[in-house]
């Protein structure tokens, strides 16, 4: 870790170790259902680069590989958060098999905004993997197809896992102490 990140207070949650055994546990899944279909993994970044990464190198089912860059802005509650698409895929998903590869899951506006997306686009089916879940905080209801492991509600960093833009290059999952703005 460079020095100037050092100066915020960092707990260790999820170690390196830890993370590959999940991410290998989700690729066999996914290869295992994906066999006979034709997927389309589609990365939401910036969060998920590694995440995703990671997980393709080790789904052994042909794919083609595409990524969206969202932002979420709003209060928390359903009626004023906004979803803005900054970048969309450039594939054309018509008559094949999503999978959105999220690095983590919080209110749930940001993947359902995605599969309704993804569907309006004429993908036959769309599906949902998250490495981290925090469940305590959800406001809309989605279905988590491929989950690695839920976390607290604390703000998480590391693996791909930002704070303002700092601590995604760690290569282990850390929670940002009285860190209370989840924005
Ligand atoms: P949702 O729409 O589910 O509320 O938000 C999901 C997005 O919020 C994630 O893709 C991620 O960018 C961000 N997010 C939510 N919780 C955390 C967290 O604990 N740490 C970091 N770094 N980002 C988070």
Redesign the pocket.
């Known amino acids: 870790m460079n020095e100037e990140d050092t100066t915020l207070p960092l707990s260790l949650l999820v170690s390196r170790r830890v993370i590959e055994e999940t991410v290998s546990r989700l690729a066999a899944q996914i290869s295992d259902d994906y066999r006979e279909k034709h997927l389309v993994a589609v990365g939401?970044l910036k969060?998920?680069f590694i995440f995703m990464a990671d997980l393709v190198r080790q789904i052994d089912v042909p794919l083609e590989i595409d990524f969206v860059t969202?932002s979420?802005y709003g209060s928390?509650t359903n009626s004023s958060?906004t979803?803005t698409m900054h970048q969309d895929i450039t594939t054309d998903v018509s008559g094949k098999d999503v999978l959105v590869i999220?690095?983590?899951?919080?209110?749930?506006?940001?993947?359902?905004?995605l599969a309704d997306h993804l569907k309006a686009r004429g993908a036959r089916s769309v599906r949902l993997c998250a490495l981290?879940d925090?469940p305590s905080?959800?406001?809309?209801d989605?279905t988590i197809d491929y989950l690695g492991f839920t976390?607290p509600d604390?703000?998480?960093?590391g693996y791909g896992?930002?704070?303002d833009n700092r601590?995604r290059y760690l290569p282990d999952i850390y929670a940002?102490e009285a860190h209370h703005d989840?924005g």
């Open positions: 939401v969060g998920a969202v979420s928390g958060r979803i999220e690095d983590i899951v919080d209110t749930g506006h940001t993947l359902c905004y981290a925090k905080r959800r406001e809309q989605v976390v604390q703000f998480v960093v896992l930002d704070f601590f940002l989840q």
